[in-house]
Every structure is written in structure tokens, then in C-alpha cells.
């Protein structure tokens, strides 16, 4: 088995039938930010150590697109495409989370934890 991930993204590519009150992250371009992260991370060699997957339904989707990062647990809203080279930068490599894209529940968390 190979060594667990330094960091593993998860992007909620959930799909809604149109006109659900809850929308959905993938009508908001999730398919389009995972496989910027996933280009991105095999761009700065990263693929291996870090990992970015689809996830279902991450119970979100009042902030989609919603991501969160592991083993921190960082919940990130509102994500584009434009966003992801900042996260692989300031968070996956350098370990500090993008405070502007962070959810409310997720800035509490760190702040008092």
C-alpha cells in the first residue's frame, strides 16, 4: 500500500436536478476546479504526495464550489478556477490556508483550535 497522502483534496462535483432550492456545486464549475487542481499538482510535480479527487455531496452547497483539504480538514467556498494555483501555493505547499475562501464554520475551527 503506498504511504498516505501529504494532502488530499476533495471537490464536491454533486449534481442537482435544475431548480433545486439547495443548487449544486457542479452547476457552478466544479468539474472545471477539480481538474485545475489536478493539472495543477501534476504541473509543479506534486502528483503522488497530494491528491485531488471528485467527492458527492459534501452538504455544502449554499458555499459551492465547496472543497476541503485533509488531514487539516479546511472547508473552502465559493472556489473558481482562478483560485486553485493560491491554494496549491499558499496551502498544499506551504501549509497556510487561503483565509478569503474559507468558510465561516472552518475559520471558527482554526481560529479556536
Known amino acids: 500500500m503506498p504511504p498516505p497522502f501529504k494532502r488530499h483534496v476533495f471537490v464536491c462535483t454533486n ?11 457542479a452547476s457552478k464549475g466544479a468539474e472545471e476546479v477539480r481538474a485545475a487542481f489536478k493539472e495543477e499538482l501534476d504541473k509543479r510535480g506534486l502528483k503522488g504526495g497530494m491528491r485531488a479527487n471528485a467527492a458527492g455531496c459534501l452538504d455544502t452547497c449554499a458555499f459551492g464550489v465547496s472543497v476541503v483539504v485533509y488531514p487539516e480538514g479546511t472547508w473552502y467556498g465559493g472556489v473558481k478556477v482562478e483560485d486553485v494555483p493560491e491554494i496549491v501555493d499558499q496551502h498544499l505547499v506551504n501549509g497556510r ?12 475551527e482554526k481560529a479556536g483550535g
Open 15 to 25: 449534481r442537482r436536478p435544475e431548480g433545486n432550492p439547495k443548487g449544486c456545486c
Open 97 to 108: 490556508p487561503v483565509e478569503r475562501l474559507m468558510m465561516p464554520f472552518s475559520r471558527k
